[in-house]
C-alpha cells in the first residue's frame, strides 16, 4: 500500500527528532500502521540545517507554503511554534484537505476552537498528542481511555523546567535564582525562561486538558496562573517539615455539587506552586519529568508519568498522532488499530526465550556456617560461573545451635545469565557449610 | 442516532459494575461516542439477581446464546470468565458478526490467536482493554499511543492481590500466610487464591502485553510464571536494608542485541518475585493499586498506574472499548474521536471560575513580632472569616533585631475559598505585629 507522505514545518529540535525516529523504526512503524510513513518534504527557514537533517531523504524548501500545495502531501506537521504563522499556516493547510499534526499548545489554546471547527469543516484531522506531556499519550488517555468516567479532576506536572527548578530548590536548599541558573547551565530552561517560569506553558496545557476532560471550548484567557519565581527556600523546607511538597500544578477541576463555604458552580482552572503529600506518588516525581494525575468517577486515581520533552519523546507523541491518522484514513478496516498492535500478516515468530536464557541480576541468601573460608568458597563457585558480585552483606553470627554458629550471607550480584546462576547455586548448596536452602530472587533496576 | 444495543453475559461485580456505570453517565458517554450506548439484554444463570441489578432496564435472560441470536445486539461483553464456555460464546458472538468486549485475559492469552484470527475473518473487533490493569489504558498506551517506538522492555506491577500481600508483609514484617489471611479477610484475595499468588493470573497479563509489545503471537504456555508463596519476611527486611523493594512483576523484554555473556535472542517473558530499587516509583506503589512501566526506544521509560480491579475501575475499562466499538462503526466521519473528546454539538459552556471562587486549602507564613497576643489575632481573623486551621508550626524565636526578636508562624488550613483567604490575608497583613509580606501557597490533598 502507498507510503503516507508527511510534510513537516520546522526541522528544529522536534522536528529533528521527528524525522530520526520515522527512519529509525520505519519497519516497525509500518507493521503497526499497515503502511509506511515518509517525511518527503521539509520547509525550514535554515535549508541548510534542513538538508543535513534529512541528507538527501526529503525534499527540502525554504517556504512552508510549497508543502502545504504539494498534492502528494497527506498530513502537515507543524513544529514551528507560536501563534502568528503558525496559525495561518495550520489554517491553509486543513483548507488545502491535509491532516494536521501538531505539538503546538499555544496555538490550539488560544484559537483551538477557530481551528478545529475548521477542520471539522473539511473532515480533517488535527491531532496534538505532543502538545501535553511530550511522550506521555495522555490526550488519548483522556479522549478515549478513560471515557466511561464522569471525569473529576486533573492535576499535572507539565512543565518540566520549572519542576527541574523546583527539585534543585528542595535537595540543594537553594533559591530561585541559582537554581534557574544551573538548569539554564544544563539545558533545562530557555535562555529566556518567561514562559516556562511564570507558568503560562503549564496554563496552555491545562487549557486543553480541561477542555478535553470537562467538554469546554478551550478558553486560555480565563486560565490563573502563576509562576514559581516568588517561591523560597524557606517555604520549601518548612513544607518538608509539615510532610509536603512544593510542586508547580496545572489543575482542572469540576466543581457541580453544592459546596459548604459558598462556592460556585462551574470549572477550576488553574496553574500555581502547590503543596501537595510528600507520599503521594506524584510528589516523588523529580527532575524534569512529567506526571498527571486523572480522576474520574469510575476507574479513580490514574497516574501518567515520563519525560515530558525533549526531541525524541516528543517525537514520540507526533509519530503516535501519525500513526492514528494512517490508520484512520486506509480504508481497509482491518487497517484500524489491529488486535495485538502489529497488522496481522506483520506478527513474527521471534520465539520466547526458556528461564535459563534470561538475562537479570540476583539476590542470594545463604545460611551459613560461621567459619573461616567459608566466604571464599562461595565467592569462588560465583568467579568460576562468571558471576560477577555487586554488593555482600554478612550478618553477625548467631549462636541459637548448640556446637555451632550460623549467619545469614546476603550477596547482590551483577547481570547474569539465569543458567549460570543455577549452576552456581548447586554448587553452593552442596557445600557441607551451607545448611539451609539458597534463597534466590531476581532482581531488576528498571533504569 | 440509534443507541449502541449492547448484551451482557454475566453480571457479576464487573457486570454490575458497567451496568452501574453506563447508567450513572450514561449523558457523558453520549457526549463522547456521539450515541447513547446501552445494555439492552443481560444474561446470567441467577436471572434472580440479575433483575434486581438491571432493575427492569433491561431484559433478563438465562441463557447466554438468546443474547448471542439477537439481531438487536451490536456488541457482546462477555464477562463470565474461564476458558470453557466463555471461549464458545466469543467465538459464537464473532460468527453471528457481533463485536465483543471482554476482561478475560486467560482466554486471550491462551486462546487468543484463534478468536482474533476468528474476529478478523468476521470484520469485528473484540476488544480487551479490561484484561490488563483494570481501569489503566495500558493497552490503548501500548497499541496506539506508543506506536511510534520500538519498545524495549515493559515490567508491571499487574496483580492487586499479590501487591497487596507484599505491601502487608512489609510494612507488618509479617510472613506470607498471615498476609494472606489479612488479604483474604478484608476482600483483596479469593477463598482460592492460587491463581493470583501463584503469578498465573498476571502471567497472562504478561502474555497479552508481549504480544502486542512486539508483535508476536500469544503464547501463555513459554511463559516462565513464579508466584509469592515462598517469599519469607526475611528477604524482604534484607532487601529493605540494601535500598531495594520486592514487587511480583509481570516483565516482558526484548532480548535481540548481542549480549556480552551468551545471552540468546529472543523475547523473555516472565512473572516473579523482583528487588526494584526504593528509589523507583514503582517501587512504592502500594496496597492493591497497579503499576506498568513501558520503555520504548524514543520515549524513555513512561508509567501508567491505577486501580487494576474492583468493579468500577474494570468497568471503566470495559465501558472505554465499548465508546471506541461506537465511534468505530458510527459511519459519520465526525463521529471518530472528536478534537476535544465530546461531540462538537455537545459541548458545554460551563463557566471557568474566577480564582477567587476556587477552593483549595492553604500553606501560610507569618513572620510576627514575638509577643503575648499576636498568634491570638492571627487566629481569631481567620475564625472570622470561617477558615479553620489543619495545623499551625511556631518557630523558635530569633532575636536578629535589637529590642525585638520575631519568628514564623506557619499555619495550614483546610478547605476555604480563595476569595476569604484574599480578604483574611490582607486584614492580617494590616497587623503592626506582622512584619513582611505574609507567604501564602496552595495546598491539594489529591485524596
Do not use: C
Not at 248 to 274: M, S
Amino acid at each position: 500500500m502507498k507510503a503516507i507522505e508527511v510534510g513537516l514545518l520546522g526541522i528544529g529540535t522536534v522536528g529533528g527528532g521527528t524525522f530520526r525516529v520515522l527512519q529509525r523504526n520505519e519497519e516497525e512503524i509500518r507493521r503497526r500502521a499497515g503502511r509506511a510513513i515518509r517525511i518527503s518534504m521539509v520547509a525550514d527557514l535554515d535549508t541548510a540545517r534542513a538538508e543535513q537533517v534529512v541528507g538527501g531523504a526529503a525534499k527540502v524548501v525554504g517556504d512552508a507554503r510549497a508543502v502545504i500545495a504539494n498534492p502528494d502531501i497527506d498530513v502537515v506537521v507543524e513544529l514551528i511554534g507560536g501563534t502568528g504563522l503558525a496559525k495561518a499556516l495550520v489554517l491553509e493547510a486543513i483548507a488545502a484537505g491535509k491532516h494536521v499534526v501538531t505539538a503546538n499548545k499555544a496555538l490550539l489554546a488560544i484559537h483551538g476552537t477557530e481551528i478545529f471547527a475548521a477542520a471539522r469543516a473539511k473532515g480533517v484531522v488535527v491531532a496534538f498528542e505532543a502538545a501535553v506531556a511530550g511522550g506521555i499519550p495522555i490526550i488519548k488517555a483522556l479522549r478515549e481511555g478513560l471515557s466511561a468516567n464522569r471525569l473529576e479532576w486533573v492535576a499535572g506536572i507539565v512543565n518540566g523546567t520549572t519542576n527541574y527548578i523546583l527539585s534543585e530548590m528542595r535537595s540543594k536548599g537553594v533559591d530561585f535564582a541559582a537554581a534557574l541558573k544551573d538548569a539554564q547551565a544544563l539545558g533545562y530552561a530557555e535562555a529566556d525562561p518567561t514562559f516556562d517560569v511564570e507558568g503560562v506553558d503549564a496554563a496552555h496545557k491545562a487549557t486543553l486538558v480541561g477542555a478535553i476532560a470537562f467538554g469546554i471550548p478551550v478558553q486560555f484567557a480565563s486560565a490563573y496562573v502563576e509562576g514559581i519565581g516568588a517561591l523560597q527556600a524557606a517555604d520549601i523546607a518548612y513544607a518538608e517539615q509539615l510532610g509536603y511538597r512544593l510542586k508547580l500544578l496545572a489543575i482542572t477541576k469540576r466543581r457541580d455539587d453544592l459546596q459548604q463555604q459558598g462556592g460556585a458552580t462551574g470549572i477550576e482552572l488553574r496553574v500555581h506552586p502547590t503543596l501537595v503529600p510528600a507520599k503521594r506518588l506524584i510528589a516523588n516525581v523529580e527532575g524534569a519529568m512529567n506526571a498527571v494525575l486523572v480522576h474520574g468517577d469510575a476507574v479513580g486515581t490514574t497516574m501518567y508519568y515520563g519525560k515530558g520533552a525533549g526531541a525524541e519523546p516528543t517525537a514520540s507523541a507526533v509519530i503516535a498522532d501519525l500513526v492514528d491518522i494512517a490508520r484512520l484514513i486506509t480504508a481497509d478496516p482491518d487497517h484500524h488499530v489491529p488486535h495485538l498492535a502489529f497488522q496481522p500478516a506483520e506478527m513474527h515468530d521471534t520465539p520466547v526465550l526458556p528461564i535459563e536464557a534470561v538475562i537479570t541480576s540476583f539476590y542470594l541468601r545463604l545460611q551459613v556456617e560461621d567459619r573461616t573460608g567459608v566466604l571464599a568458597r562461595i565467592t569462588r563457585i560465583l568467579a568460576d560461573n562468571d558471576i560477577s558480585i555487586d554488593a555482600l552483606l554478612q550478618r553477625p553470627a548467631e549462636s541459637d545451635a548448640p556446637g555451632a554458629s550460623r549467619t545469614d550471607v546476603i550477596i547482590l550480584t551483577h547481570d547474569t545469565v539465569e543458567g549460570r546462576m543455577t549452576r552456581a547455586i548447586a554448587e553452593m548448596q552442596a557445600l557441607p557449610t551451607v545448611l539451609a536452602p539458597i534463597v534466590r530472587i531476581r532482581k531488576e533496576e528498571l533504569g
